[in-house]
């Protein structure tokens, strides 16, 4: 399946967690529910994936960060339940992108009153 397709395949199941539980919810919560529903949908899902970090060729950091979803080896979604998406989130997930050398990530504000407010698509150019 092309990225298109799984983007719009991890929409579809965000959407579907949302209209269940509505806003306001832990990202835990979220991040738990986007896992049964993709995985209900066929989609190969992990949860919190371990980034490490490198420099100059070794190994800094086992754990640096941690992915919320990664989809199919291919896709970075980023959960959040904030207010606000704000700069830096968007960045951090630019910045995971570019540390898992992936294309395309998906930033999910759940604390929307509609979901599709809340969602920032992000695609990792090369330099």
């Known amino acids: 399946m092309e990225l298109n397709k799984f983007s ?13 539980l509505g806003p306001g919810l832990l990202e835990s919560v979220y991040q738990s529910c ?3 529903e993709l995985r209900n949908m066929g989609i190969k899902v992990q949860s919190e994936v371990p980034l490490p970090i490198f420099y100059r060729g070794q190994r800094v950091h086992e754990e640096g960060f941690r992915l919320d979803l990664l989809i199919e080896d291919t896709i ?8 606000k998406v ?3 989130h968007k960045k ?3 910045t995971y992108l570019r540390l898992a050398k992936k294309p395309l990530g998906l930033l999910i504000n759940f604390n929307e009153v509609v979901l599709k407010d809340g969602i920032t698509r992000i695609i990792n150019t090369p330099v």
């Open 86 to 88: 704000q700069g830096v």
């Open 34 to 36: 986007m896992v049964i």
């Open 8 to 20: 719009s395949q991890i929409i579809k199941a965000a959407i579907t967690v949302h209209r269940e």
């Open 76 to 83: 970075i979604v980023e959960l959040k339940s904030v207010e």
């Open 92 to 94: 951090q997930l630019l």
